[in-house]
């Protein structure tokens, strides 16, 4: 495979320029799809031809990461190009902060915002005002009335709407504000996809920015008999474990793929991006369009459906380990990337915002975009000045997840935790299912990345938990020991029913 170091190669190879006219631009966001569901990072189970041949057609970043290990927060961030603390939304919009969140925790959960604020220019309305027709399909979540996407600098919107998951589920009738009905039982990922598709096609002659956000994989996990019947075969053919989950800190989290519910939901959002991708080669479109594709959280690991294992990553959605943030990252810059090219260098969800001004041609608005750098020198071979990237979650999440404030510098992560004030770190160059702490054997580095996490949190005005005084040590200590033993059996059981 053609390797780009990213720090040290220069190319100077032809077709490596941008574009002289304005590319068109589709983003495709898939909603809780972590980097290890996707087959060429390395999934046997799950099936993505369509996403491997995007993925293998231009750039894949190995540490492409979210902002948050929720949703709200890495979806403003791509909109916004700024860290989640700076907007004041730091988790999924609608869940329980302060008071409200009665789960006997330590600390309380910080305010969240409810709505992307509107004195921010969106991409979209970057977008738009440089002369791109927008549009949006799918998953938005980024607020209510007011607050919707057409709201936000999006000409056209199907399906979006204040809700994190389909509220008819992922067939029709899908009581779906934003989205009319299909025939009985029509599938809502290839119904988002249909739509994307015929709005390329009726402004083929016109640029255009289509930002299609799936609601799948999220909850609730469905797919048709037939995907069932296959996965359920595969799973048998290549072995069924014994076991399929393993107690982490908070909650059991699942360590095997072989959820043939989820396969099939993985094959629609495959058959929907190839839909995608088809349309633009059929209609001459595909060497002037630029195709992102990224997740905004991990695999849900823990929590919700248990539906996918992340490993060799730790963890999954909501939680802080890289099973939680680390996506799958992909840019197709025709005349700017390279086939099969693949970068080292840690990049970030709000890195996506300058990225595409640049390669559209349209200025650059680092005020707005103030925590994101354009990757366009990376995809051209080059390298970018090194920087840390940050995090801060304080909040409890339904899959485990604990209050912290995450910096990842080099290879060196630290995660500071609110509940005690205790900080892990890890070599995660050496040691990628962060097994092995290291803050006692480095010490001095630990201190260093504290002091610069406390720096930006103090910069950006991020919220600290407070602590909560209704905390029973002794009622918690038996929740634990309850998912340690009861849920844990219990998931065994129930996921092992898949397969009778």
């Not at 390797?3 to 590319?23: D, K, M, N």
């Not at 080669?281 to 630029?290: F, P």
């Not at 905390?471 to 397969?499: G, M």
Request: overall charge neutral; aromatic content about 10%; some cysteine.
């Amino acid at each position: 495979m053609f390797r780009f170091a990213c720090v040290s190669l220069v190319l100077a190879l032809a077709g490596t320029t941008l574009h002289a006219e304005p590319i068109n631009v589709v983003f495709i966001l898939v909603d809780d799809l972590g980097q290890k569901d996707i087959g060429i990072e390395g999934s046997t189970f799950y099936e993505t031809p369509n996403i491997d041949r995007l993925a293998a057609g231009g750039m894949r970043f190995t540490n492409g990461y979210a902002t948050c290990q929720v949703c709200s927060p890495s979806r403003a961030s791509i909109m916004l190009g700024k860290y989640p603390p700076r907007i004041g939304i730091t988790d999924w919009i609608g869940a329980a902060t302060g008071t409200r969140w009665n789960r006997n925790d330590r600390v309380l959960p910080s305010p969240n915002g409810n709505s992307l604020p509107h004195e921010d220019i969106t991409l979209a309305e970057a977008m738009r005002e440089a002369g791109y027709k927008t549009f949006f399909a799918g998953k938005w979540h980024l607020g209510g009335e007011g607050s919707f996407p057409e709201d936000h600098g999006f000409d056209i919107n199907k399906g979006g709407h204040h809700r994190g998951s389909p509220p008819g589920g992922f067939f029709s009738p899908y009581k779906n504000p934003k989205l009319e009905d299909g025939p009985p039982g029509e599938s809502l990922t290839l119904r988002l996809a249909s739509e994307t598709v015929n709005f390329i096609e009726a402004n083929k002659d016109k640029r255009f920015f289509a930002y299609l956000s799936f609601y799948a994989v999220h909850a609730p996990i469905q797919t048709t008999d037939e995907l069932l019947s296959k996965y359920i075969l595969k799973a048998k053919d290549r072995g069924l474990a014994e076991s399929r989950f393993l107690f982490d800190r908070t909650m059991p989290v699942r360590q095997v793929q072989d959820n043939p519910v989820y396969a099939g939901m993985m094959e629609t959002v495959d058959q929907a991006v190839g839909m995608v991708m088809r349309k633009l080669d059929a209609l001459g479109l595909a060497d002037n369009t630029a195709i992102i594709f990224t997740s905004d959280n991990g695999g849900v690991s823990s929590g919700d459906a248990f539906a996918t294992s992340n490993l060799p990553l730790r963890g999954g959605k909501g939680r802080q380990w890289e099973g939680g943030i680390r996506e799958p990252y992909y840019i197709k810059a025709p005349g700017v990337t390279r086939q099969r090219s693949v970068c080292d260098t840690p990049v970030t969800g709000t890195d996506f915002y300058p990225t595409i001004l640049e390669l559209a041609g349209i200025p650059l608005k680092p005020k707005q975009h103030v925590d994101g750098v354009s990757l366009v020198p990376l995809l051209k071979g080059e390298s970018l000045p090194e920087r840390d990237l940050f995090w801060h979650y304080p909040h409890y999440g339904n899959q485990g997840g604990e209050p912290c404030a995450i910096i990842r510098s080099a290879n060196w992560k630290l995660i500071h935790y609110f509940e005690d004030g205790r900080n892990e770190l890890y070599d995660i160059q050496a040691d990628i299912g962060e097994q092995t702490e290291q803050l006692k054997m480095n010490p001095q580095i630990a201190e260093k990345l504290k002091a610069r996490l406390d720096n930006w949190l103090k910069e950006t005005g991020a919220l600290i938990p407070q602590k909560d005084d209704r905390f029973d040590p002794a009622k918690k200590k038996q929740q634990i020991e309850q998912q340690r033993t009861t849920r844990l059996k219990a998931l065994e059981e129930s996921h092992a029913r898949y397969f009778k």
